[in-house]
């Protein structure tokens, strides 16, 4: 059992692959629905969710919540999946989202431009340049989207652990490379593997309720169920959530202890 994330550019077979990935390993397949999943619990339009993941950074900023609530928000949706194995989630920033969980195989499917214009010029009915225009516009976003979020290149290999080029690699071939990776000893379910994975899910709920009471500057950790909040700037005063918010995060199934840090960095695992 894994968790398989697949990061892509429009039109680059993406979808295709993570459906047939989904359906020779018996997994779930998470998309867009995770957009309305998340909607749904938090009382969000789902077109302001749609707007956070793919508009340019500076429409985020005036949006309600801001950036980090609408992260906020996708993340614990993805979170909630992903807790229960056996999926395959396509979209933005999977890789990143769930940082921390270690039988997560990260996958980038990239396409050579012409063919992504080919692909885009019979859907919508436009002009080869048109075409180009309108995908290197989504190219763009999508890449300040990731990079404005979490300061890194959602191109940079380093970031997957499996890049693969549809072009002479059919969507069939890329499929068995995942199967096969997917596989491996370092990507399955281990009972550690699957207590992080719930930690995450736990910092992620949590999150959630600390951005919809405009906690924006605190970041969560949780090792086996013991959670601290640490603020990420104090200045000269020490900082404290509301009794009221931390009352409420301690009734959160799985949290076994609380105490916030501040003034103290947080550690990578930290959302």
């Not at 018996?26 to 339009?45: C, M, N, Q, T, W």
């Amino acid at each position: 059992m894994a968790i398989i994330t697949i990061s892509r550019g429009s039109y680059s077979k993406g979808l295709e692959v993570a459906e047939k990935t989904a359906a020779r390993l018996g997994y779930r397949v998470v998309s867009r629905d995770l957009l309305l999943e998340a909607s749904d619990h938090f009382h969000i339009p789902e077109i302001k969710l749609v707007r956070a993941i793919h508009d340019a950074p500076s429409i985020l900023d005036r949006l309600t919540h801001g950036r980090q609530g609408f992260l906020a928000y996708i993340q614990c949706a993805l979170a909630e999946q992903a807790v229960q194995d056996n999926l395959v989630y396509h979209g933005l920033a999977g890789h990143l989202l769930l940082k921390g969980a270690p039988h997560v195989l990260k996958v980038r499917i990239i396409a050579d431009l012409e063919s992504r214009v080919a692909a885009e010029m019979q859907r919508e009915g436009i002009s080869a340049a048109e075409a180009r225009s309108l995908l290197l516009k989504d190219d763009d976003e999508r890449r300040r989207w990731t990079q404005s979020l979490y300061g890194v290149d959602p191109w940079d290999a380093s970031l997957y652990d499996l890049v693969i080029h549809i072009h002479k690699l059919t969507v069939d071939d890329a499929v068995d490379f995942i199967v096969h990776a997917a596989e491996r000893p370092c990507f399955q379910s281990t009972p550690e593997a699957r207590r992080k994975m719930e930690d995450l899910a736990l910092a992620c709920r949590i999150k959630s309720v600390l951005v919809q009471n405009a906690c924006y500057n605190v970041a969560v950790a949780s090792e086996y169920g013991n959670v601290v909040l640490y603020h990420k700037s104090s200045g000269t005063r020490t900082l404290h959530v509301d009794p009221t918010i931390k009352r409420k995060i301690e009734t959160i199934p799985g949290v076994n202890h609380l105490e916030e840090h501040s003034g103290m960095p947080a550690p990578p695992s930290a959302v």
